[in-house]
């Protein structure tokens, strides 16, 4: 007779328990999910397989680690078959880290590389324009994601010009397809696109797996190439990804980056109306100032403009008398100097000033003469005294005299006869000659 479904299923699992049972097992976590009863369930995979495991909460409560994607960990625990859908499944009693995983690796060692290049520099990031007129949506046309940021932009501004480039946000190949729509929206003239202020790169959240392919190199260098600054809203508030690191402004969520690049149209409004307000009381004011004002003036004992003038040009009237005084004292006073000047630059004075001139110059050359002469005298006395000086402390004296010179052939002078043995060979230095000699 044939087994039914849960014969079958029974019967798998007693042999998968029978013949594996308890098993220790490493691998990297994929997928990570933590359910409301405090299970946690997630998959263990390597480059060839995965397999489905789930962490109690009993057990799950006394774990120190916490598991996320890309992690590489060792776990024990015992292979079964769950019955409500007939798969196999890893139930795990403990788990202990190994190292990191090989997308974390991948990932950890291309933000290291473009790190060093620069493409994370602060410095070449730009701003976001304050008052945006329009932005370009690079996301997925299907799912809740454009709908929330649609919605979210228009709440807050619903002036600006929406644009959606629908791409493949998941999967091989769909980093090529954002970088393509990078390009084309960063040329607008060249494909014929809308010119737009700033772009959102956009996708809702997921696993390691599922967000790869904005930790893809092409997709990093389109981001930093492109000429109109890009924003980057990929995942959940935990989630980082390559192209966070490089855009000019990293999003937590998809509606956040919204919320970072607009303005509220509600604080506008709110601005705008209290800056109105603010400017009809600085009008009203100053009108009941300058009516104030008027009023004084009109019940003034000065009933016309031309009373109210006429001290100020009485006072204009001394000022100008006091400008002419002034300017013809000092106008008389400059004359008087130059005539002075003219009468000290006369012929007579001038030539009586170069000739006593000549004669301090003619009186300073001969006392410079003279001092020379006896400057040059008195050096030359000193040069003869010092000469005979010289001369007489000369061992050239003491030999003209019959004395000697004796030295050993290191050129050292024999001073000690004791220092001396038979047998030495000595230099002699005559007043005329040298000669050697053997000591005996």
Not at 83 to 110: C, H, M, N, P, Y
Request: charge should be positive; hydrophobic fraction near 40%; proline fraction near 5%.
């Amino acid at each position: 007779m044939p087994l039914s479904v849960t014969e079958l299923v029974c019967r798998l699992k007693h042999t998968v328990e029978i013949n594996v049972g308890e098993q220790s097992v490493v691998g990297e976590i994929g997928s990570c999910k933590a359910a409301s009863s405090g299970h946690i369930y997630f998959t263990l995979k390597d480059a060839h397989c995965q397999l489905q495991c789930a962490l109690y909460a009993f057990r799950a409560r006394s774990l120190r680690l916490q598991l996320r994607e890309g992690m590489l960990v060792e776990l024990r625990g015992k292979a079964t078959v769950w019955e409500g859908r007939g798969a196999l499944q890893f139930i795990v009693d403990s788990v202990k880290e190994a190292g990191v995983g090989t997308l974390q690796q991948q990932f950890e060692a291309l933000k290291a590389r473009l790190a060093a290049e620069g493409l994370f520099d602060p410095a070449r990031k730009r701003p976001i324009p304050r008052f945006p007129q329009s932005v370009a949506l690079v996301t997925s046309a299907t799912g809740a994601v454009i709908q929330d940021m649609r919605h979210r932009l228009e709440q807050r501004a619903p002036w600006i010009t929406t644009y959606l480039y629908p791409v493949q946000v998941q999967g091989k190949g769909a980093e090529l397809g954002i970088a393509r729509a990078l390009e084309q929206l960063g040329t607008p003239t060249r494909y014929n696109m809308p010119a737009v202020d700033y772009i959102i790169i956009a996708r809702g959240g997921g696993s390691l797996e599922d967000l790869w392919c904005f930790n893809e190199e092409v997709l990093a260098r389109a981001i930093a190439a492109c000429p109109i600054p890009v924003v980057s809203a990929v995942g959940h508030e935990t989630d980082f990804t390559i192209a966070d690191f490089v855009a000019d402004l990293r999003a937590p969520t998809p509606t956040a980056a919204i919320e970072l690049t607009t303005p509220d149209a509600a604080e506008l409004r709110a601005w705008l109306a209290g800056t109105a307000r603010h400017l009809r009381q600085q009008v009203t004011r100053s009108l009941q100032m300058a009516k104030l004002r008027l009023k004084v003036v009109q019940q003034s004992r000065l009933g016309t403009p031309q009373e109210l003038l006429a001290p100020y040009q009485q006072q204009l009237d001394t000022l100008a008398e006091e400008l002419h005084d002034t300017l013809h004292n000092r106008l008389q006073k400059e004359r008087n100097r130059l005539s002075l000047c003219a009468a000290r630059l006369s012929a007579p004075s001038v030539l009586q000033h170069i000739r006593y001139a000549a004669a301090q110059l003619q009186q300073n050359r001969n006392i410079l003469i003279s001092a020379l002469h006896n400057r040059l005298n008195n050096n030359k006395a000193r040069l003869e005294t010092l000469t005979a000086k010289l001369a007489a402390a000369s061992p050239q004296n003491a030999l003209d005299r019959g004395f000697a010179l004796v030295s050993t052939p290191d050129g050292k002078l024999a001073r000690d006869a004791s220092a001396l043995t038979p047998g030495d060979e000595l230099r002699i230095r005559l007043a005329r000659g040298e000669t050697t000699a053997i000591v005996k």
